[in-house]
């Protein structure tokens, strides 16, 4: 058994993670942790657990830490993240950490959108956790970069044009809708529900912080610098994200042909499903699932993803990479 | 024209009060305030007034209060507002209050649900705003007590009924379900949208605030004391409110007769409309109407009322009280 | 393994139904039918399995149900139903009927509510598969009628008092509101998103087919006549229903003594778990859990239970009542 | 007082043209026509209008037609539109068409699109219906085809770069989210609630009707040909719909220079609001006005619109069409 401890466990991917494991045949929940003020009972945290999970969670102890658990899953926010991810990874457990702070490998890119880098060292050790385009990088190292969700759908949607040099590698649009719980569990005015229901706006224009991350995980495709704009939205929905992507073919292409290339890229990937129409977000809510319809209308390529932004988008993501780490068939407690 | 202030303009009441106004033939609005950090420009609170008012809110001045206006609409909170009204009454202008504060005439029971009461001296002088009930003592007044939203629809669901003696006075049960605005426009976690969404709760288990005041107004039209058990749900919907009551009857009595009185009862009555299946919120959402399905089941009396609470619950009947105190027709700006 | 066959596949609780067993260690989907022009691939009907489940839906036949399937879950609906379980049950497997027709036992009583009865050697035979009120008889059987979801909510939240005889065993009022999915997959006008969305309505008023299979159950605990009025209402979300219950108490009884009778009541129940504050439908969505909070206001005796109602409502039930037939723990892939 | 017949008034576009005409000071409601097995009363048709109108839905006859009204609002669906306006015309009313029929010029671009146009004669004479863009034509004719709902919001976007060479004329994207009402009334599975909820999908990829509507305005603003990407989806809610476009600067230009153009391109359209921040469907909904947010974006012109599709992209902008073609102030009875 897979002892897992999760650090930050009082948010939604906490929750998230918490359910995963609890159905996961080879691991257990072994430690939760939070600020002091938001320790308690875990099914006082989250009323869906009542019955279901019997533990407290508790402030951090490294001690602790190291004695209960093979891996931690930090669910810290960006910035914070870095300064307890060193201190986990002292206690010898393997880390798969939810924020940004290991994702963006140049520093001064990374400083750019978010603030002083003070973990290089950890960062430059860190696999991007996205397993169907990294899964070497995964299976040799202590610490797992988790995806941010929209680079998570859109990556898996732009993967096999670029790597194949099928669309140029400029002027590509991402305009994504995700849904609320993309926001966190904290309330603020646009996210309150009279505000949320029955409206859709976008935010973030020319400045959201997955824009660099999807840059580089698509050069890193595509073996040559990738630039694309991306331009998120959020809608009345709780859970989901779906990218759509348009940008230019190099070349004569059909939609058959791309559908066949897709069917190919993923093949192998079980949690990667080709579909020949428009995907609808309901389709992978609560899986870790990923739908992609790759088609071509009005000399443009367009590729739809969908994906659920805390599953796939995050914790079952994480789960896919701990088993990765652990030498677990990959889609264990998954399916 | 009827020249409008509202104080408190920056909640949901305020800019309900406001787009109506705007489409009243016969009133304007003519001063808006709120707290000092909550001045702006109007359209900069509520970006659904851009371009149709170009108006700053300011902090409360009572001579400029007294110098531009005819009638102030009091959006401030229970407990709050009872400290601003005699300043704003002083000023020569009518007041209509939507607190809570000077709807209930025995200060005991308030004073046990809210606080002690500063202001004994105009509550006696307050008239309660429900028109279809209360008519003549508003036209007689000043002071306009705005009813609560889930006492606006359970009183009129009830009052045909114990006016004529056909129920038991007491072991009444009112179930209802509110949309989310009813909380208010502060966010907290309750009302966060991934949390409120997809869920209904009840709360306020035997002791929220609107079951004294329904005993209050059912008692009046029933001439001896009602008691009755109201019991608050909150469900995944922004407006309205669906009172679903039931109580005993004092004899025989058949749906049809049900239908006869409750239309006769409010013949006169242009809010009201009793129709003859099961009603749905959304028909009186944004109106200020009341739909009332009376019927009986299981040896049971059982009516149903909804209503829009921002509305008829609040901002459009305070409108219509505006036009009873100004002598205008009653459904000006309203139908 | 369990091999499970499942007759009316292309409905709501069809895929729940495989969704459960997908991830139960102990079962397996062997078979699914549907009527001949609804069978496809499951994954063309339930785009949620694509890559999930690899199976054709075909029309029936009951040579190849023997020959696969250890058990039928019939998903069919009221009135046909019986026209195929006395078929399926030839085949030697067990049944477990989702339909209402094996679950009220007076002949009569069924005929009122829906139509002439064509079954009525089996009838006498079924089990009502409520495991927490009727677990012994569901034991003993090979034809298990599957509660309905408004019943297995009320019937939870009802049983401790009657049992314990702590309030009137009349003038029960139930006032439930169901998510929409319990109306079924046939889009129909009133299930319209335009119109369903920011909406909330009544129905059946007196009449809904639920009150007599709520009656018998709550009589069948109480030992003595029960009569109630059931009152549904459909509410803007997906799943899950709550039932508000009022009833009269028999003598003096506080919410404190109600909180220790109903954790007795349920000590050996996993999937009942008793609340100290409103419960939320959301914390019981996607589960097989009932979350019940029992209390006293206004003289009254007030309970509400919230479930999912299509899993331990419907499909979740079921496989509760699958575990117990094949003598597996009662929890196995429902956690 | 202008006249007004609803032709095809059982839909969504026509409940919302009575609402508005309702409101109107100089409009009334003359004649309510619609396929003879769905006459009946219009609040048996409409709820919400109960109480507030009270007439019959009639079949259509041309004779009382012209008795009775001075314009008639077709709300008939595409195709079937064509048949009909030619005899409304012969009446001597005015005709406002809510179909595509008279919108594209291009006899053989329409018939690609939908069928064999039969009414070439008055096609000929059509006035595109978006006053912003369009308003001397609109004086002149007697036949107003009032625009798609997508084309209203992607125009008033475009139209200042287009008309002023901002952004090259090719490769434009528009990915626009509506609201299930555009869906229209009947109930279908996509629109089925519990499919619906919780959901967002594209439709329509690469051949939706509304592309070459779009492309013939923008073009004739532009004086030259427009190609553009268009790509619809739609998401939980009721109405409104967000148009985010993508294009190609033909040279530098900042936010502020657009933010400057675009309020002066508009600075007499009162239904035209330019703000400052990514704009909320939200804060149009209910309303005839359109907010669009021009800005720039990592290389790329990117502009937001959202409008109501009811509204400002149907029935209330037939309702300012109309106040135009009799001289009325452009927004009597839609503020």
Redo the contacts between chains.
């Keep these: 058994m897979v002892r897992v401890a999760i650090i930050g466990a009082s948010g ?1 991917t906490g929750v998230e993670s918490i359910e995963i494991i ?2 996961h ?1 080879q691991a257990e929940i072994a430690y939760l942790t939070a600020l002091p003020d938001e320790c308690e009972h875990v099914a006082d945290t989250f ?2 657990l ?3 999970l019997d533990m407290e969670i508790e402030p951090l102890d490294l001690d602790t830490l190291a004695a209960k658990a093979d891996v931690a899953l930090c669910c810290l926010p960006h910035k914070v993240s870095m300064g307890f991810v060193p201190k986990l990874l002292s206690t010898g457990v393997k880390v798969i950490d939810f924020s940004a702070d290991y994702r963006i490998k140049d520093v001064d890119l990374y400083e750019k959108f978010y603030v002083p880098h003070t973990d290089r060292e950890n960062l430059a050790n860190a696999a991007y956790g996205l397993p169907e385009l990294f899964r070497e990088d995964i299976k040799q190292t202590n610490l797992v970069a988790n995806p941010g969700c929209y680079p998570t759908g859109a990556s898996l949607a732009l993967a096999p044009l670029l790597k194949n040099g099928l669309i140029e590698p400029t ?1 590509i ?1 991402i ?1 994504s ?1 995700t ?3 993309g ?1 966190g ?5 646009i ?13 973030g ?3 959201h912080r997955h ?1 660099p991350e999807m840059e580089q995980v698509t050069s890193s495709v595509a073996g040559k610098d990738v ?3 991306f ?1 998120p ?1 959020v ?6 994200i ?1 990218s ?1 992507t ?1 940008s ?1 073919p190099t070349g004569d292409v059909t939609a058959e042909q791309l559908n066949a290339l897709y069917n190919e890229f993923y093949a192998d990937e ?2 990667v ?1 080709i ?1 020949t129409a ?10 870790n ?1 990923c ?1 992609i319809f790759p ?6 390529v ?1 590729v ?1 993803s ?1 994906i659920d932004n805390l599953i796939k988008g995050a914790s079952g993501q994480a789960i896919q990479n701990m088993n990765i780490l652990f030498n677990l068939p990959e889609t264990m407690g998954l ?1």
């Design positions: 939604y609890l159905r045949p009323g869906q009542r019955g279901r002027g649009i305009s809708v849904g609320v719980s926001g569990k904290n309330p603020c005015p996210f309150h529900f009279p505000y949320m229901n029955e409206n859709i706006y976008p935010y224009v020319g400045v824009m630039t694309l704009l331009q939205h809608g009345p929905f709780d859970r989901g779906i759509s348009y230019d079980p949690f499903q579909v428009p995907p609808a977000v309901k389709n992978v809510a609560k899986s699932y739908h088609t071509v209308a009005k000399g443009k367009v739809f969908v399916e």
